[in-house]
């Protein structure tokens, strides 16, 4: 079949109109990904945090912890 008997159809130019709209709505809607290096809160932060669990407080402490070599698998 040749392409331009493919393009004269009606279902063609719904289709090509659809793939360039979404085009169009992806770079005008694109936002660039940043990447976080640290995740975690500042240890100052975390100190001073209290939290209530059914009804008792409790307050965070930070410990040095060692990481296993390995990942374990279940």
């Known amino acids: 079949m040749e392409i331009s008997k493919v393009l004269k159809k009606p279902e ?3 289709f090509f109109s659809f793939v360039i709209g979404l085009g169009i709505a992806v770079l005008m809607f694109h ?4 990447e976080i290096d640290v995740c975690a809160l500042p240890v100052d932060e975390v100190k001073k945090m209290v939290t209530r669990v059914d009804g008792k407080c409790y307050r965070y402490r930070v ?3 060692s990481c296993p070599d390995a990942r374990l698998s279940l």
Not at 31 to 34: D, E, G, S, V
């Open 12 to 14: 063609a130019n719904y």
């Open 31 to 34: 936002r660039p990904q940043t």
């Open 63 to 65: 410990e040095d912890a």
